[in-house]
């Protein structure tokens, strides 16, 4: 049996998945996003580093997210 997890934004798009770009920052670095997200997030995700997008499996984490980095 095969996973359905998504390799890309777009896929996890087309799988229903929620999509943020956070608003560019001085504060934040994709690398900084990418160390939050590991640490906080709950469910899967998936990023793109050009243009910077993040899609989330799971709503709350994809709140949470958009409550600090939008």
């Known amino acids: 049996m095969r996973k359905n997890n998504p390799r890309t934004v777009r896929g996890a798009q087309r799988c229903g998945w929620i999509v943020i770009e956070p ?11 990418l160390i939050w997200t590991d640490r906080n ?9 050009m243009p910077t997008k993040f899609a989330f499996e ?10 600090c980095w939008s």
């Open 23 to 33: 608003k560019p920052t001085q504060d934040a670095s994709y690398l900084g996003l």
């Open 41 to 49: 997030v709950k469910g899967k995700y998936v990023s793109s580093f």
């Open 58 to 67: 799971l709503e709350q984490d994809a709140t949470w997210f958009a409550l």
